[in-house]
């Protein structure tokens, strides 16, 4: 466990080894290696609902007939049929293909044609071991048909074949369970979105109204789906070395529809009900899907103009999209009118198109991350069990191994931001891991800086922080920047992203936790009121031992951090320290402006200096980004997850006035400095305030 206490040398232990794999280790065992017969003996009753009994079901097939023919019969007919084919004869063999093939429109209403596969496909499961890859022509059809539709004593018949098949013939396993994997999207997949070398037939899901047979609910359809497969991985549990890379395979593509994504989610978690052994495999796997889809999410909406994201946001609050996905068994394209809300009449066609596709986009981003809040939420009831522990131990795994390095994720790291907060021993376990993430040596900068970034934004935003941690976290980095700029600050020609960006990031993450948690810092014993706008005023404020020292320190240092990091975090740590009396900075923000950053930056020129002429070097290149993971979360259905736990931008009182003030003196640092600032940054500025 990594917690505050930890000395940041200590490498983290979190995530040793990846939870992204392609293959997991384990073999398929051989029928022979397994007694897979004996399994299929008189079950123990309390398995009886994934164990059969041969003779029981020949007894009752005793009682159909295939075109007057007895099952006995038909059992010789098979076997000689695949010797035949052996041999090169395929005329009988091709028959009984006939038997399973789709055929489209088929509406036989008698029930014979279903007596006559289940007879053959019993037939067919004494002689799987004959079923070898020359055999492969009858296997495919016999996987393609509607068996799921099927009575009841044809599904069980349907997975006795399933097992029998996999235990004599293993190189059927991955074709077996990827056939009935794709049956977890719980419907036809739409043709648009596959490959053009994509199979069609393989994505093809079997209906609950056949003719000749009772209809069967969607419900239903999806528990014969996990029924068969239960069994199969009972028979064979190293098949579950072969499931791993099929689930990662079939999960659905990232521009599938919200219905499809939440439904194969769904059955992968009711998958580990009976598979424990791929929980680790199955939550990496939703949440390295989960991140892709929200940075193509994040990347969109910065794509398009003001007025399509205007839509956007007006068409989710309008439609927040809070039904059930189970609603109706029928409406198998109702994710078509999802971002109905958007009306293309008002716009042009090309415009609209973009907009319902975001839209669309968004929402399926939102039911996904509201699925996963309550599939996580039961393990941390109490969050102090190992249960509680070990899924957290989980979730930490995923971030450092998935969502910290990709780059501007902006919602699913908000499972971490609410579990954490469960309980202060689970805030510091986090707290711990980025502190580890963001100091160790070794690590890429660019991932070290991240760390910090995400640090600095739980810290802050985190309602259930506790003073104490702020305090320790501050006093953490701050440290560590000592060390940073003593070693580095002889040599330094001047400020330099490239060349010092772990210090740079830091410097920001204490600047933007002051601007959020500056109450928390003070060391006074006097209660200050928030909302008496004169209780700051004059006021010589006592703060935490160290902490101004250790900002002043940093900040006039030849590293000169208030020029790289983000303007819009700087000018605001500048008035709201001006306003407190912590620091009064705007003398160097003044000099700074003077400074043109491509004279130093050892991205170009290998740091020789340059002539900056008329200053058309463009400084914001050469500047940090304003990303904090934990801004404001917008998912309009999600959001109730987070919203006890979260510390929203508040104004300072009286602040707004000494504004005024200065401007009215002729102080126009202020001014200038908004000039030259991102307009469209949205980190801790006044847009928050207004909510």
């Not at 395929?90 to 093939?101: G, P, Q």
Request: aromatic share 8%.
């Amino acid at each position: 466990m990594v917690s505050l206490a930890s000395k940041p040398s200590i490498p983290i232990t979190t995530g040793s080894k990846p939870l992204l794999k392609t293959t997991m280790s384990g073999t398929i065992r051989k029928a022979q290696d397994a007694d897979l017969d004996d399994d299929l003996e008189v079950p123990n009753p309390k398995r009886a609902r994934v164990s059969f009994n041969p003779k029981v079901e020949e007894k009752v097939l005793e009682e159909y007939v295939a075109k007057g023919r007895s099952l006995e019969s038909i059992r010789v007919e098979v076997k000689r049929a695949i010797e035949a084919h052996g041999k090169g004869d395929s005329e009988k063999y091709d028959s009984i293909k006939e038997v399973f093939a789709q055929t489209e429109g088929d509406e036989r209403e008698d029930t014979g044609s279903n007596d006559e596969a289940k007879t053959y496909l019993l037939a067919l499961t004494g002689y799987a071991s004959l079923l070898n890859k020359d055999c492969n022509g009858l296997v495919k059809p016999i996987l393609k048909c509607d068996w799921m539709g099927r009575e009841e004593g044809f599904v069980k018949a349907y997975a006795q074949f399933l097992g029998n098949l996999v235990s004599a013939q293993g190189a059927y396993v991955g074709l077996v369970l990827g056939t009935l994997v794709d049956n977890f999207t719980g419907g036809m997949l739409p043709l648009l979105s596959l490959p053009s070398s994509a199979n069609l037939d393989t994505v093809r899901v079997s209906s609950g109204r056949l003719p000749g047979c009772p209809d069967v609910s969607r419900d239903t359809l999806s528990s014969r789906v996990h029924f068969a497969l239960r069994y199969l991985l009972r028979l064979v549990p190293s098949a579950s070395a072969t499931l791993s890379p099929i689930l990662s395979t079939k999960f659905p593509f990232a521009d599938e529809s919200k219905r499809v994504h939440v439904t194969y989610i769904n059955n992968l978690v009711r998958l580990l009900e009976y598979a424990p052994e791929l929980k680790s495999d199955v939550f990496a796997l939703i949440t390295d899907r989960l991140v892709k889809i929200d940075v193509q999410m994040q990347v969109d909406l910065d794509d398009v103009d003001d007025e399509v994201a205007g839509a956007i946001v007006q068409g989710l609050a309008m439609n927040p999209a809070d039904q059930e996905e189970e609603d109706d068994d029928d409406a198998d394209d109702s994710d078509d009118s999802d971002a109905e809300s958007i009306n293309s009449d008002d716009e042009s066609g090309d415009q609209a198109k973009r907009a319902k596709e975001i839209q669309e986009s968004v929402e399926k981003m939102d039911a996904i991350l509201d699925r996963l809040f309550a599939i996580y939420d039961p393990y941390f009831t109490d969050p102090n069990s190992i249960e509680a522990a070990n899924m957290f131990e989980t979730l930490l795994g995923h971030f450092a191994n998935i969502i910290l390095p990709t780059y501007r994720s902006r919602h699913t790291q908000f499972l971490l931001f609410h579990f954490a907060q469960k309980s202060e021993h689970l805030i510091d376990q986090f707290a711990g891991t980025c502190v580890q993430l963001a100091f160790q040596p070794g690590r890429p900068a660019v991932l070290r800086q991240s760390s910090a970034a995400y640090l600095a934004s739980f810290v802050a935003r985190g309602a259930h922080v506790e003073p104490q941690v702020v305090r320790t976290v501050f006093e953490l980095i701050g440290s560590n920047l000592d060390h940073i700029r003593t070693e580095n600050e002889l040599t330094c020609r001047g400020p330099d992203l490239k060349k010092y960006g772990t210090f740079y990031a830091m410097t920001q993450a204490l600047l933007y936790i002051f601007c959020f948690r500056w109450r928390d810092l003070i060391d006074s014993s006097e209660v200050f009121d928030d909302e008496d706008p004169t209780a700051f005023i004059g006021q010589d404020l006592v703060w935490t031992t160290g902490i101004k020292e250790t900002l002043s320190r940093a900040i006039y240092s030849k590293l000169n951090p208030l020029k790289i990091c983000s303007p819009p975090i700087v000018s605001e740590f500048a008035k709201i320290a001006h306003h407190l009396r912590f620091m009064y900075v705007y003398p160097l923000l003044e000099t700074n402006k003077r400074i043109r950053l491509s004279q130093f930056s050892s991205a170009v020129g290998n740091g020789a200096l340059r002539d900056s002429g008329n200053g058309a070097s463009n400084d914001s290149w050469h500047q940090l980004d304003a990303y904090f993971p934990f801004d404001p979360y917008q998912l309009p259905v999600s959001k109730k997850w987070i919203e006890d736990d979260y510390v929203q931008w508040q104004g300072i009182p009286g602040l707004n006035k000494d504004e005024s003030d200065d401007d009215s003196s002729g102080d126009e640092e202020e001014d200038e400095e908004d000039e030259n600032a991102p307009e469209d940054d949205d980190t801790a500025t006044d847009e928050e305030a207004e909510d």
